[in-house]
């Protein structure tokens, strides 16, 4: 069994910031790709950054210049720093990984965690 558990989110103002972990554990031979994902009230599920296991990035370009996602490989984590948030991040994110439970086993994208809430009002 593979658990993904985040952390970090909260009510913040307008301009301000907040920063998420991600924390993977349980039977891990080695991950993949790592990635944020967020629900909004009423919205489907839409990527928010993502990035490979040599430091490769993605990210949706509504939050380009102001998130940054990056990973600690040692500790299986994955963190997003969130700055300059707006009204419109508020939303549940997700964390998602690519995780290969042995050598011989294919990588696994289905392992999500129970997502923190993120809400940014004044």
């Known amino acids: 069994q593979v658990q993904l558990v985040e952390s970090g989110g909260g009510l913040v103002q307008p301009g301000g910031s907040l920063r998420l972990s991600c924390a993977a554990s349980?039977?891990?031979?080695?991950?993949?790709?790592m990635g944020w994902y967020r629900q909004a009230p009423g919205y489907q599920r839409e990527l928010v950054a993502t990035?490979?296991?040599?430091?490769?990035?993605n990210y949706a370009d509504s939050v380009k210049d102001r998130f940054t996602i990056s990973r600690d490989n040692a500790k299986n984590t994955v963190y997003l720093q969130m700055n300059s948030l707006k009204p419109e991040d508020t939303a549940v994110y997700y964390c998602?990984?690519?995780?290969?439970?042995?050598?011989?086993?294919?990588?696994?994208?289905?392992?999500w965690g129970q997502g923190t809430q993120v809400t940014v009002s004044s």
């Open positions: 998602n990984a690519g995780v290969r439970t042995t050598l011989a086993t294919p990588y696994v994208y289905g392992y």
């Open positions: 349980g039977s891990i031979f080695s991950i993949n790709a």
């Open positions: 990035i490979t296991s040599d430091g490769s990035t």
